[in-house]
């Protein structure tokens, strides 16, 4: 079996109590960027790993949107989300690391910590940059390794565990992975110490 099924499996297992096991952190901060981060997006517009469809409820009702997810009970659940909310969004199941739409489709490419759990990021990031416009954005709020000494280290011993039951690293290096793609054209903000950001990208072609 393959990372990416491994992965898979994984969040096919989690899916029932995900909303569960991610609600602490959703109260705390997540949902305020989620609908921070959605209020910016315009025209045609793909979000990547949708999971159970924590972002649809705050999907503007003006742009058109596709969202994908590689686990197929986790999308169940962001179906059954978008019909309860009686929002207009195309729901499919297909992998960030081999997307079957063509290059520079999407105004927009949003993900909210989504990147630490592609097998495969580099793979990922090379796919949202051929289907993004020239000059459209790519917008990331996603968590990743600490630059302190101590705490990173923390995470990289602990990381393994997580990855085991979760799908989920603790310890990517998402900044230094978006420039090993050749984007170069990047702002980031910190929203919680150096651990979670928000990472803007403008796709330059």
């Known amino acids: 079996m393959n990372q990416t099924e491994k992965i898979r499996k994984r969040y096919n297992r989690v899916s029932r109590i995900y909303d569960f096991l991610e609600q602490p952190m959703e ?19 793909l979000g990547v790993g949708v999971g159970t469809g924590k972002n649809i409820p705050y999907y503007p009702d003006d742009i058109d949107i596709t969202a994908i997810d590689f686990s197929e009970k986790m999308l169940l659940k962001a179906i059954e989300k978008a019909k309860q909310l009686d929002k207009k969004v195309e729901l499919i199941h297909m992998d960030v690391q081999s997307m079957e739409f063509p ?6 490419v949003f993900t909210t910590c989504v990147f630490c759990s592609v097998p495969d990021p ?37 990381n393994p565990l997580i ?43």
């Open 27 to 45: 109260i705390m901060a997540l949902k305020k960027w989620r609908v921070e981060v959605t209020k910016e997006l315009r025209g045609k517009v």
């Open 103 to 108: 290059d520079n489709i999407f105004d927009y």
């Open 122 to 158: 580099i793979k990922g990031l090379k796919e949202i940059r051929r289907v993004c416009k020239p000059n459209g954005k790519i917008i990331m709020i996603e968590h990743v390794r600490s630059d302190k000494k101590v705490f990173g280290l923390l995470m990289d011993i602990f």
């Open 163 to 205: 990855v085991n039951f979760y799908g989920a690293n603790i310890n990517r290096r998402t900044e230094e992975n978006i420039k090993k793609v050749g984007f170069a054209n990047i702002d980031v903000i910190n929203l919680t110490g150096d651990i979670v950001k928000k990472i803007v990208i403008y796709n330059e072609k």
